[in-house]
Structures are given as C-alpha cells and as structure tokens.
C-alpha cells in the first residue's frame, strides 16, 4: 500500500507527487538515545508529512473546511502604512530589557535579541542586539561629521552627504559582545531563562557602508601609523584601539543596515564595522578616527573587555570572536508537548571565517553527530543547522558544537573555567547544555 500526500508543486502538473510506502513506515527512526550519524533530510520531511497525514491534526483541518468565514475573509481589511510593522498576535517577539543600574542609568545596558524566537539567519534592524554604555544619541546627521587625522598625509573631515555619495559595498556580517553567554560561566548554577536573554547578545545583518580602506587611502596613511583609535559621539565617548592591518582588510564604515539606514540604537547615521571582533569594537555613532604608532589603551580596552587570567594577570586585545554555536530550539523556557518528531535548529558562527561543521549531541556529549547546515556558509556571518530529533519521552541533553575552517573546535565550559580566572565572563563561546525534563521542559544546564 502505497501513501501519497502533498504535491512538490501546485503548479507544474509533470512534477510527482512526494510518495511514501509502508516499506518507509516500518524504517527506524533515530531516538534520542541513538542519534543518526548520517540525517538524511528528505526522508526527515518526508517521514514529517506522514506523520501529519496520520495525527487527529490533520483530520481536523480536513474536517473545518466549511462554508462558514472568520470575520477577517468578510469584511475589509486595513489602509496602506508609511511604514510596515509587525503583526499584534506577534507582540511577543521583542528584546528583553536589561539595565545594568537600574533606573540610576537608564540608558545603561542591553537589549536582548530574541534568538529563540527567529529563524534564517538575518536579524531584523528592531530586534538587533543594543549595548550601550550611556543610551542612544539623536544625532542630527546635518551636523555630524567623521574625522581622520593623526599619522595621516592629509587629515580629512567627512560630512554624511559626502560619504553617502561614495561607493559602497554590501556584506552580511554578525555582530556579538564580547560578553555574550557570560551568565553562564559567572552563576555558579545554571540560570533558568530563555536563549535570548542568556546568549542574545549576537545579531546578524545585511550591512552597506564604504570600505573604510577607501577613506585611509585618501587621507594618505604614514609609515608610523599602524593603529587607530576610533571613538564615538556618545556621551560615554566609547573608543577602541585596532590595527592597521584589520582597518585596511575588511573594515567598514556601515550606513545602512537590512536596506535602510542604520537605526538609531546601532550608531546613526554611521557606526565601524570590524567583521568577526567583539562588538564593542564596531564603535557607533562613529565621530573620529585617529591614526597612532599604538594601541591607546583607553578605559573601553583595559578595565573593561580584558580577560582576567588564573595567574592574576590580563589578557588584554582579544579582538577575534571563537567559534561558537547555539540550538535555539528546542532551548531554555520551552515545553515539548508530547513525544515525536522534532526539529533540532540553532545558529554557529566564528570570528576566524566561515563555519565547517556543526554536530549535535542528545546525550550531552557522549555521542556526536552532523548538523544540516542550512546553505552555504559565509565568512563572519551567522549559519543556521538543522536535524531531525525524535523524542522517545526520556531525559536528554541537547547540545551542538562548532567547527571552522581553520579547525577550531568550540570548546567546553570546562576548558574555559581552567583558562581563564574566577571572574572571567567576556568571550565565553563554550557549549551550551539544554536538559528536556521527562515532561518535556526545557531547562538551561551546565555539564
């Protein structure tokens, strides 16, 4: 007996049909405790359709196909917005809020992405991380100027009508605080929250700006001059120090982000781009950039962003990001509602290139196995995998590790812990546990 559900195309009649046999039926699907080494994702999709062809679901939609309309197919719809926004059964969908002194500073903190909540790869603009260190600026982009100077031919100033009249370049780079994930190397116990509000430091956007080269070239850089402190129009006057080296390789001076102008909380109207460096680096709001024989060891690079060592000293200028991955889901604050078919999904990335190979445990680690990675992946930019997870009911613990090109492994909380001093939080890319309770609860662990 042969079951045939869901046409591949409702318009190209030469095209068959998706056909499942019993002979499919009676093939083992991988459980929990034995993850497939080799997922193959059309039968994954497959075995999905059928599963849904076979459930009380599918006989009910069947059923609720009647003459009757909900209100919304019988009278008329809205007007046309200015601009677009998000439907209100989504509310739901927004960053979390975390001010780091409270109402004292307000503008002090961080807002979250959802990670959890979003698929793809790309980040909408609204749901881009922020961190700020004395909140967001209205900068009057009429008054605002970039400057070069220091160890420079010809120090220049840049008006945004001028730099909006360049040529530009788009690229789709991720963008992570150093102090991403630093809950859950400080709390001595796990933090029961969502993905977003532990790892929600990381976005990724479709980014177009000007090579900063361009700029460098123009103003005629020195011999002497191999760093360059940029700083931003901020009230906190965030600065950074970087090489010569990373400012004329792939640095850029972004204007716009997913196709419009970079919103307000992520540096209007310009901020720095340093693809794969911890984003305290991709300075907004960016006013200045000063070419120096040196580091400038300011306040943003030396009190803060150093990583404390088990021997009492620093390790100071980790500019390039580890290799890192996350399942987001099923993850933290989550409920599998019964036994069955589920999609294990999350996002790796690396600060050294592109992604190789993401592979997921249920077992916390015993076992490994390979990701589906969802199209090609690019350099400093998010990838998203994908695998087929059947829950037999049991306790597991869902864990994905990446590698890169380079062969860099993401590494263990572990391996972190002895690297690094008791209070070290910045740059944690360790693997991340997520426990599925017999009920189906999905609590944040540490293994």
Same mark, same amino acid.
Not at 1 to 5: E, G, N, V
Not at 47 to 57: E, K
Not at 140 to 150: A, F, N, R, T, V
């Given at each position: 007996?042969?079951?045939? %559900?869901f046409?591949? /195309? @409702?318009?190209?009649?030469?095209? !068959?049909?998706?056909?499942? =046999?019993?002979?499919d #039926?009676a093939?083992?699907?991988?459980?929990?405790?034995?993850?497939?080494?080799?997922?193959?994702?059309?039968?994954?999709?497959q075995?999905?359709?059928?599963?849904?062809?076979?459930?009380?679901?599918m006989?009910?939609?069947?059923?609720s196909?009647?003459?009757?309309?909900p209100?919304?197919?019988?009278?008329?719809?809205?007007?046309?917005?200015?601009?677009?926004q998000?439907?209100?059964?989504?509310a739901g969908?927004?960053r979390g809020?975390?001010?780091?002194?409270?109402?004292?500073?307000?503008?002090?903190?961080?807002?979250?992405?959802?990670i959890e909540?979003?698929?793809?790869?790309?980040?909408p603009?609204?749901?881009?991380?922020d961190?700020?260190?004395?909140?967001?600026?209205?900068i009057?982009?009429? %008054?605002?100027?970039? /400057? @070069?100077?220091?160890l420079?031919? !010809?120090?220049?100033?840049? =008006?945004?009508?001028? #730099?909006?009249?360049?040529?530009?370049?788009?690229?789709t780079?991720?963008?992570?605080?150093a102090?991403?994930?630093?809950?859950n190397?400080?709390?001595?116990?796990?933090?029961?929250?969502?993905?977003?509000t532990l790892?929600?430091?990381?976005?990724?956007?479709?980014?177009?700006?000007?090579p900063?080269?361009?700029?460098?070239?123009?103003?005629?850089?020195?011999?002497?001059?191999?760093?360059?402190?940029?700083?931003g129009?901020?009230?906190?006057?965030?600065?950074?120090?970087?090489?010569?080296?990373?400012?004329?390789?792939?640095a850029?001076?972004?204007?716009?982000?997913?196709?419009?102008?970079?919103?307000?909380?992520?540096?209007?109207?310009?901020?720095?781009?340093?693809?794969?460096?911890?984003?305290?680096?991709?300075?907004?709001?960016l006013?200045?950039?000063?070419?120096?024989?040196?580091?400038?060891?300011?306040?943003?690079?030396?009190?803060?962003?150093t990583?404390?060592?088990?021997?009492?000293?620093?390790?100071q200028?980790?500019?390039?990001?580890?290799?890192?991955?996350i399942?987001?889901?099923?993850?933290?604050?989550?409920?599998?509602?019964?036994?069955?078919?589920y999609e294990?999904?999350?996002?790796a990335?690396?600060?050294?290139?592109?992604?190789?190979?993401?592979?997921?445990?249920?077992?916390?680690?015993?076992?490994?196995?390979?990701?589906?990675?969802?199209g090609?992946?690019?350099?400093?930019c998010?990838?998203r995998?994908?695998?087929?997870?059947?829950w037999?009911?049991?306790p597991?613990?869902?864990?994905?590790?990446?590698?890169?090109?380079?062969?860099?492994?993401?590494?263990?909380r572990?391996?972190?812990?002895?690297?690094?001093?008791?209070?070290?939080?910045?740059?944690?890319?360790t693997?991340?546990?997520?426990a599925?309770l017999?009920?189906?609860?999905?609590?944040?662990?540490y293994l």
């Open positions: 007996m042969k079951i045939t %559900k046409p591949r /195309s @409702i318009n190209n009649d030469h095209q !068959k049909d998706i056909v499942l =046999s019993q002979a #039926l093939k083992p699907v991988k459980t929990s405790e034995t993850p497939n080494k080799e997922l193959d994702r059309r039968k994954f999709m075995t999905s359709f059928l599963a849904l062809a076979t459930t009380p679901v006989a009910l939609a069947d059923e196909v009647k003459n009757d309309f209100a919304w197919s019988t009278t008329l719809g809205k007007g046309l917005n200015e601009y677009g998000p439907s209100k059964f989504e969908t927004k809020i975390a001010k780091a002194y409270g109402d004292l500073a307000p503008g002090t903190g961080s807002a979250r992405t959802p909540k979003l698929e793809g790869i790309i980040t603009s609204g749901l881009h991380f961190r700020s260190h004395n909140g967001t600026p209205e009057d982009p009429s %008054k605002h100027q970039l /400057s @070069i100077y220091g420079v031919d !010809k120090p220049l100033n840049f =008006s945004v009508e001028n #730099l909006l009249r360049y040529p530009m370049i788009s690229r780079y991720f963008v992570e605080c102090g991403n994930s630093a809950a190397i400080i709390a001595p116990q796990p933090i029961q929250a969502t993905a977003g790892h929600g430091l990381i976005s990724c956007s479709d980014w177009t700006g000007i900063l080269s361009v700029l460098l070239k123009e103003a005629g850089v020195n011999p002497a001059g191999k760093w360059i402190v940029a700083e129009a901020d009230a906190a006057g965030m600065s950074r120090s970087f090489p010569m080296e990373k400012a004329m390789d792939n850029m001076i972004a204007l716009y982000q997913n196709g419009e102008r970079v919103r307000p909380e992520q540096g209007y109207p310009m901020r720095l781009l340093l693809p794969g460096w911890e984003g305290n680096m991709n300075v907004k709001w006013r200045s950039l000063k070419v120096t024989a040196g580091p400038t060891h300011t306040k943003d690079e030396t009190s803060k962003y990583d404390p060592l088990p021997n009492g000293k620093a390790r200028f980790t500019f390039e990001l580890g290799v890192k991955s399942i987001t889901k099923p993850s933290g604050m989550m409920k599998l509602p019964s036994k069955g078919l294990i999904s999350g996002i990335w690396s600060g050294a290139g592109k992604v190789a190979r993401v592979e997921l445990s249920t077992n916390g680690g015993k076992d490994w196995f390979d990701a589906e990675l969802d090609p992946s690019q350099a400093f998010l990838v995998f994908r695998a087929p997870w059947t037999n009911g049991e597991a613990f869902l864990q994905s590790r990446a590698i890169d090109e380079h062969g860099n492994v993401q590494p263990t572990a391996a972190y812990k002895a690297n690094n001093a008791v209070d070290g939080r910045y740059h944690n890319n693997i991340v546990t997520w599925v017999a009920d189906g609860s999905v609590q944040n662990a």
